[in-house]
C-alpha cells in the first residue's frame, strides 16, 4: 500500500492499544493513513506506553511518514469505589448513600465514592449521572461528610463506573498527582502534543501549561478536551490558552444534552478554524467497528459531516485500542474521508470562504493589515485559480502552514521546515504535509532544496506549477511576506524528463 500524500486531507487520530501494538499492525494502519498516535493515560503502564511510543516512531521513520504522538491524562475523573456483590440493582424512587468512608461497599446501598472534595462541592438538588448518564440520582440531603440521593433513574450498579455533577462548580484541581506523573514521563519521551480532560476554564490550561515549563519542556503543545459544561460556557478564554482542542463527545454527552453535542460541535469547529488552530471530533466515530469489518451508515455520515464541518481530525479510540479491526478502521476512516472531502471541495468550501473572508475583520482587529493573513488568503486563492500542484510554505513554526490551511484550499499543502517538532505537530493539521529540509540563508537556496526535496518524494515533476510562501528574512516567525508562482524545472533545480543522465544538480557543479 502507497500513502498518497495529497489524497486524504483530513488527520486520523488512533488511539494505541492491545490491538495495534503490534508491530506490523501499527505498520499497516500508518500506511493506509494513521497521523497522530494517542497515548490513552488512563489505560497501561509507562514501560509499555514507552515501547509503543518508540514502536511509532521507529516505524513512521522507515515508512517515510510523519506522525505525532499525542499523550492523553486520564484527568479528575470520578469513579465509584469496589462493590461487593455487583452489580446492585436499582430502581426509581430507591435512596442511596454515598460516602468517601473507606468501609462501604455498596452494603445497604451505602456506596463508596473515594472523593472527599467532589462530595463536599454537591449540593442539595443537585443531579449526579452514573456510567455514561445510564443511571442517574438527585441529592436530597446532607448528612455529615455524605451525601444522601434519590435514584431518578434506575439500573444496575458496577465497581469504578463514573460520576458526573453537571450541575455543580467543582473546586477539585484539573491535575491529579497521577497526572503529574505522567505529563512527566510525555515530558520525558518527547511526545508532540499533551491533551488535558475535563478542562473548566483557561487556567487549568495555565496551570498544565506553568507544569511543563518548569519541568523544562514549555514548547509541548496542549490540547484542550472539551467535555464540560463549564468549558462550553468559557470556550473563547480556553481556544486563545490552548494550541489545539479535541471534542469530546462522550462526556460532552453526559454534561449536556445529547441533542446538544451536534451544535456545540459546529460551533467549537467553527472557532477553531477561524483561529487557525487544529481541532479534533473524537468519540463512537467508528464504534460499531470495534466488532464488525463494516461501520453503519450512520457512522459513515458522523465522519462525512464532521469533516463537513471543518474538523482538522477525527478520532478512533476503541476502535482501534480494542477492536478486532484496527487497520480495516484506519482504512474506512480514511475511504470515507477522502469522498467527503471531494465534495466539500466542490459544494460546501465556497460558502465557507465567505464566512470565514466576513470574519477576518474581528479576528485581526488590532492588525487589520497582517501581512501573513492576506498572503496566505492570496497563495490559497491563487493556488485554486491555477490549479497548482502544491501550495509550498517554509515555516519554522508552522504558524504560515495553519494559517493557509484554514481557508481549506483544493490544493495540498506541503510545509518545509528545520524544526523536526513543528514537522510532526503540523501531522494533525489539515492538508498539511510536513517535510523536513536541510537549513537555507537565501530565497534562491529555499526554492531548490525544497523543489529537489519534494521531486525527490515524487510529490511534484517536471513543470507543475508552485505557489511558494515564506517570511523574509528567514527566522522571522508569523512574518509570511514572500510569495512566488513557480514552475518546477525553471530554475534548472530538477531535470527535464529525459535530461536526468546528463544533469547534475546545482549543488553539486
Same mark, same amino acid.
Given at each position: 500500500?502507497?500513502?498518497?500524500?495529497?489524497?486524504?486531507?483530513?488527520?486520523?487520530?488512533?488511539?494505541?492499544?492491545?490491538?495495534?501494538?503490534?508491530?506490523?499492525?501499527?505498520?499497516?494502519?500508518?500506511?493506509?493513513?494513521?497521523?497522530?498516535?494517542?497515548?490513552?493515560?488512563?489505560?497501561?503502564?509507562?514501560?509499555?506506553?514507552?515501547?509503543?511510543?518508540?514502536?511509532?516512531?521507529?516505524?513512521?521513520?522507515?515508512?517515510?511518514?510523519?506522525?505525532?504522538?499525542?499523550?492523553?491524562?486520564?484527568?479528575?475523573?470520578?469513579?465509584?469505589?469496589?462493590?461487593?456483590?455487583?452489580?446492585?440493582?436499582?430502581?426509581?424512587?430507591?435512596?442511596?448513600?454515598?460516602?468517601?468512608?473507606?468501609?462501604?461497599?455498596?452494603?445497604?446501598?451505602?456506596?463508596?465514592?473515594?472523593?472527599?472534595?467532589?462530595?463536599?462541592?454537591?449540593?442539595?438538588?443537585?443531579?449526579?449521572?452514573?456510567?455514561?448518564?445510564?443511571?442517574?440520582?438527585?441529592?436530597?440531603?446532607?448528612?455529615?461528610?455524605?451525601?444522601?440521593?434519590?435514584?431518578?433513574?434506575?439500573?444496575?450498579?458496577?465497581?469504578?463506573?463514573?460520576?458526573?455533577?453537571?450541575?455543580?462548580?467543582?473546586?477539585?484541581?484539573?491535575?491529579?498527582?497521577?497526572?503529574?506523573?505522567?505529563?512527566?514521563?510525555?515530558?520525558?519521551?518527547?511526545?508532540?502534543?499533551?491533551?488535558?480532560?475535563?478542562?473548566?476554564?483557561?487556567?487549568?490550561?495555565?496551570?498544565?501549561?506553568?507544569?511543563?515549563?518548569?519541568?523544562?519542556?514549555?514548547?509541548?503543545?496542549?490540547?484542550?478536551?472539551?467535555?464540560?459544561?463549564?468549558?462550553?460556557?468559557?470556550?473563547?478564554? %480556553?481556544?486563545?490558552? #490552548? *494550541? !489545539? $482542542? @479535541?471534542?469530546?463527545?462522550?462526556?460532552?454527552?453526559? /454534561?449536556? &444534552?445529547?441533542? =446538544? +453535542?451536534?451544535?456545540?460541535?459546529?460551533?467549537?469547529?467553527?472557532?477553531?478554524?477561524?483561529?487557525?488552530?487544529?481541532?479534533?471530533?473524537?468519540?463512537?466515530?467508528?464504534?460499531?467497528?470495534?466488532?464488525?469489518?463494516?461501520?453503519?451508515?450512520?457512522?459513515?455520515?458522523?465522519?462525512?459531516?464532521? %469533516?463537513?464541518?471543518? #474538523? *482538522? !481530525? $477525527? @478520532?478512533?479510540?476503541?476502535?482501534?485500542?480494542?477492536? /478486532?479491526? &484496527?487497520?480495516? =478502521? +484506519?482504512?474506512?476512516?480514511?475511504?470515507?474521508?477522502?469522498?467527503?472531502?471531494?465534495?466539500?471541495?466542490?459544494?460546501?468550501?465556497?460558502?465557507?470562504?465567505?464566512?470565514?473572508?466576513?470574519?477576518?475583520?474581528?479576528?485581526?482587529?488590532?492588525?487589520?493589515?497582517?501581512?501573513?493573513?492576506?498572503?496566505?488568503?492570496?497563495?490559497?486563492?491563487?493556488?485554486?485559480?491555477?490549479?497548482?500542484?502544491?501550495?509550498?510554505?517554509?515555516?519554522?513554526?508552522?504558524?504560515?502552514?495553519?494559517?493557509?490551511?484554514?481557508?481549506?484550499?483544493?490544493?495540498?499543502?506541503?510545509?518545509?521546515?528545520?524544526?523536526?517538532?513543528?514537522?510532526?505537530?503540523?501531522?494533525?493539521?489539515?492538508?498539511?504535509?510536513?517535510?523536513?529540509?536541510?537549513?537555507?540563508?537565501?530565497?534562491?537556496?529555499?526554492?531548490?532544496?525544497?523543489?529537489?526535496?519534494?521531486?525527490?518524494?515524487?510529490?511534484?515533476?517536471?513543470?507543475?506549477?508552485?505557489?511558494?510562501?515564506?517570511?523574509?528574512?528567514?527566522?522571522?516567525?508569523?512574518?509570511?511576506?514572500?510569495?512566488?508562482?513557480?514552475?518546477?524545472?525553471?530554475?534548472?533545480?530538477?531535470?527535464?524528463?529525459?535530461?536526468?543522465?546528463?544533469?547534475?544538480?546545482?549543488?553539486?557543479?
Amino acid at each position: 500500500m502507497v500513502r498518497k500524500f495529497d489524497v486524504k486531507r483530513t488527520k486520523i487520530v488512533c488511539t494505541i492499544g492491545p490491538s495495534s501494538s503490534d508491530e506490523q499492525v501499527l505498520r499497516e494502519m500508518i500506511r493506509v493513513g494513521m497521523d497522530v498516535a494517542r497515548i490513552n493515560f488512563s489505560h497501561g503502564d509507562h514501560e509499555t506506553h514507552r515501547r509503543n511510543i518508540e514502536l511509532v516512531r521507529r516505524i513512521a521513520v522507515e515508512e517515510n511518514a510523519v506522525v505525532a504522538i499525542m499523550g492523553d491524562l486520564q484527568g479528575p475523573k470520578i469513579r465509584l469505589g469496589k462493590l461487593t456483590n455487583e452489580p446492585i440493582p436499582i430502581k426509581k424512587g430507591d435512596h442511596l448513600t454515598l460516602t468517601a468512608r473507606k468501609d462501604a461497599d455498596g452494603t445497604n446501598l451505602v456506596l463508596p465514592l473515594p472523593h472527599p472534595d467532589f462530595l463536599a462541592d454537591i449540593r442539595e438538588g443537585h443531579r449526579l449521572l452514573l456510567d455514561d448518564g445510564n443511571l442517574e440520582f438527585r441529592v436530597i440531603a446532607r448528612q455529615g461528610d455524605d451525601l444522601v440521593c434519590e435514584v431518578v433513574v434506575g439500573g444496575e450498579l458496577r465497581s469504578r463506573k463514573g460520576v458526573s455533577a453537571p450541575e455543580s462548580k467543582l473546586k477539585i484541581s484539573a491535575l491529579t498527582p497521577k497526572d503529574i506523573e505522567d505529563v512527566k514521563f510525555a515530558l520525558d519521551v518527547g511526545v508532540d502534543y499533551v491533551a488535558m480532560s475535563f478542562v473548566r476554564s483557561a487556567n487549568d490550561l495555565r496551570e498544565l501549561r506553568w507544569l511543563c515549563k518548569h519541568l523544562g519542556k514549555e514548547e509541548v503543545a496542549l490540547v484542550a478536551k472539551i467535555e464540560k459544561r463549564e468549558a462550553i460556557q468559557s470556550f473563547s478564554e %480556553i481556544l486563545e490558552a #490552548t *494550541d !489545539a $482542542v @479535541m471534542v469530546a463527545r462522550g462526556d460532552l454527552g453526559v /454534561e449536556t &444534552p445529547a441533542e =446538544a +453535542v451536534p451544535i456545540h460541535q459546529k460551533e467549537i469547529i467553527r472557532q477553531c478554524n477561524e483561529a487557525g488552530k487544529p481541532v479534533i471530533t473524537a468519540t463512537q466515530m467508528l464504534q460499531s467497528m470495534v466488532d464488525n469489518p463494516r461501520p453503519t451508515r450512520a457512522e459513515a455520515s458522523d465522519v462525512a459531516n464532521a %469533516i463537513f464541518d471543518g #474538523t *482538522d !481530525a $477525527v @478520532m478512533l479510540s476503541q476502535e482501534t485500542a480494542q477492536g /478486532e479491526f &484496527p487497520v480495516q =478502521a +484506519v482504512a474506512t476512516m480514511a475511504t470515507i474521508a477522502v469522498m467527503a472531502e471531494k465534495h466539500f471541495a466542490q459544494a460546501i468550501r465556497p460558502e465557507r470562504g465567505r464566512w470565514l473572508e466576513a470574519a477576518l475583520p474581528d479576528l485581526f482587529e488590532e492588525d487589520l493589515e497582517n501581512i501573513s493573513i492576506a498572503t496566505s488568503r492570496a497563495a490559497s486563492l491563487i493556488a485554486d485559480l491555477l490549479n497548482a500542484r502544491l501550495i509550498v510554505t517554509a515555516s519554522y513554526t508552522g504558524m504560515t502552514a495553519r494559517l493557509i490551511a484554514r481557508t481549506r484550499p483544493r490544493t495540498s499543502i506541503l510545509c518545509a521546515t528545520t524544526n523536526e517538532q513543528t514537522s510532526r505537530r503540523l501531522a494533525m493539521v489539515w492538508g498539511v504535509h510536513p517535510m523536513i529540509v536541510p537549513q537555507f540563508t537565501t530565497i534562491d537556496e529555499m526554492i531548490e532544496r525544497i523543489v529537489v526535496a519534494a521531486h525527490s518524494a515524487r510529490m511534484v515533476e517536471h513543470g507543475d506549477t508552485l505557489v511558494l510562501v515564506a517570511g523574509v528574512p528567514f527566522g522571522m516567525a508569523g512574518q509570511a511576506n514572500f510569495l512566488k508562482i513557480h514552475r518546477v524545472g525553471e530554475s534548472q533545480e530538477v531535470p527535464a524528463p529525459g535530461m536526468a543522465a546528463n544533469l547534475t544538480r546545482p549543488d553539486q557543479r
